[in-house]
């Protein structure tokens, strides 16, 4: 990511303004060199009204609710919103538009009703991107002995 950033003279002192305040520094993002797209665990919004919910049926697209709260809402286009209303999902964004508010992303698979105990395990691996492979043949039978 490349950063612009205003430094004047009197900032470079310290960072103490004529009367006494904090200056709080400041850039903006100029531009991405890479992206770091992954899949993020989300889940549907709960609480809506009837003429929302008919509203985003109608344009296919739903927002969805990531998992890592510092992550905003993600705009999906799914036709199994209500199918898939109560689980856990993975999402991978697609891209975000300039002005937007959310980005746009796509549905990759259900890992299960919310609130189940292989449901959560799998959402807590998934955000963390830990590979956890079946154990081996070997290994099972010198733990059944």
Known sequence: MLLSDKVSAEDDDDNDGDDGQLVMPTGRVVGVMQRRWRDYVASFEQDQSE??????????????????????KIRISTTQADTLRTHRIIVRLDNWEMGSQYPNGHFVRSL???????????????EHNLQVPPFSDGLVSAFLV
């Open 51 to 72: 003429e929302q919910k008919q509203q985003k049926r109608k344009a296919g697209k739903v927002l969805v609710i990531p998992m890592d709260w510092r992550i905003p």
């Open 112 to 126: 299960g009703p919310a609130g189940q105990l292989e449901t959560e395990i799998a959402a807590i691996l998934v």
